[in-house]
């Protein structure tokens, strides 16, 4: 069978805060032909994931980008890949049959050809809507638990700081750390952030970094007797003013450095001295660290879920043609949650 795809391409390298101009949507012809042996799934996507650390790929270079295949490099005028749940149109594979739901590396598209050996997972959406598994039971959740629970490796009654707390990770953290038995504060952008993540969310406080003007200080209002956790999403001055206020044997999961993708000069600048003498731990890591905790990770988050214990924020744009727009949102703050696009009805 042939058919139409339009999908969303970069027009060249975006080396600064990316435009709508940078992008465009084109059209090919996707040829797919049954009983050839490539075990080729044809899929109609249906919601997509807009993440922030796409912009490390569109760049003319980043040393995230020979770092693991899921950050290499994309290449101008071609389909970009993401997380996204779709469903088959047609399959080589014996045990995906048309209809099926699945979840997977799928593309900025209408439809994905995922070839084998890519990842693609049948998809029982257990009672839940569909793009809770794009971002919550996904990699934004996967990212959450494996950072909170593996890298800062959390004490019941710890304080705990989160950036970008009502992001698509950090929202997530705020509430494990909270279910955990930890003290929580997070900051955000807006005063309607803010009110979400106390009022909705169970901070135990929350501020607007936006309108304090010395962060150190501020730190030090909403933590008197110091941070022993840092979920960092953000980096630059917020990562700085975190270690000045952490604990002795303090805990910095960076989970990104979402300040830094488009402004070289906000790169942090951390106090070593107080790293030294603290003996804080400062750790990277990425999603794909703790595959091996899917299976935890799932069911815990599941349940959370199901019993109203956690709340999955999913901001939804609609459309192919939406998708420049919601990425570029992402860099101004514009989404509360997971920020995903519906491609097509379900």
């Known amino acids: 069978m042939e058919l139409k795809n339009r999908f969303v391409s970069i027009k060249a390298s975006i080396d600064g805060t990316p435009l709508d101009s940078d992008f465009e949507i084109k059209t090919e012809t996707l040829s797919f032909s049954i009983g050839v042996g490539t075990k080729q799934v044809l899929v109609q996507n249906l919601y997509v994931s807009i993440d922030p650390y796409q912009l490390n790929r569109m760049k003319t270079r980043s040393s ?85 629970f593996e890298v800062c490796k959390p004490k019941k009654g710890e304080t705990v700081f989160v950036s970008a707390a009502s992001g698509s990770v950090g929202s997530l953290v705020g509430q494990y750390a909270k279910l955990f038995g930890c ?54 001055e917020m990562l700085e003013a975190a270690v000045v206020n952490m604990n002795t044997f303090g805990r910095v999961a960076v989970c990104g450095v979402i300040s830094e993708y488009i402004d070289n000069g906000k790169r942090a600048a951390p106090n070593m001295l107080d790293v030294v003498y603290k003996r804080i731990t400062i750790e990277g890591f990425l999603a794909n660290d703790y595959i091996k905790l899917y299976a935890d990770f799932f069911s815990t988050t599941m349940e959370h879920l199901r019993t109203g214990k956690m709340k999955a924020l999913t901001d939804i744009s609609y459309g192919l043609e939406s998708v420049p727009s919601a990425f570029i949102g992402l860099f101004r703050g514009d989404n509360v949650g997971k920020k995903i696009v519906q491609i097509a009805d379900e």
């Open 64 to 148: 995230s980008q020979t770092a693991i295949s899921f950050a290499s490099a994309i290449i101008p005028g071609e389909a970009i890949d993401t997380y996204g749940v779709g469903r088959v149109v047609e399959s080589e594979k014996p045990d995906y049959q048309k209809g099926d739901l699945v979840v997977g590396l799928l593309s900025w598209g209408e439809y994905t050809v995922v070839k084998e050996g890519s990842i693609l997972n049948k998809l029982d959406p257990m009672g839940l809507p569909l793009p809770h598994h794009v971002g919550t039971l996904g990699f934004s959740g996967l990212s959450a638990y494996g950072g909170f």
């Open 183 to 236: 003290y929580v504060v997070g900051c955000a952008g807006s005063q309607k952030k803010v009110d979400l993540l106390k009022e909705e969310l169970g901070f135990d406080d929350a501020f607007n970094y936006k309108e304090e003007t010395d962060l150190n200080s501020a730190l030090k209002r909403y933590f008197p007797d110091g941070i022993d956790i840092y979920f960092d999403n953000v980096g630059g």
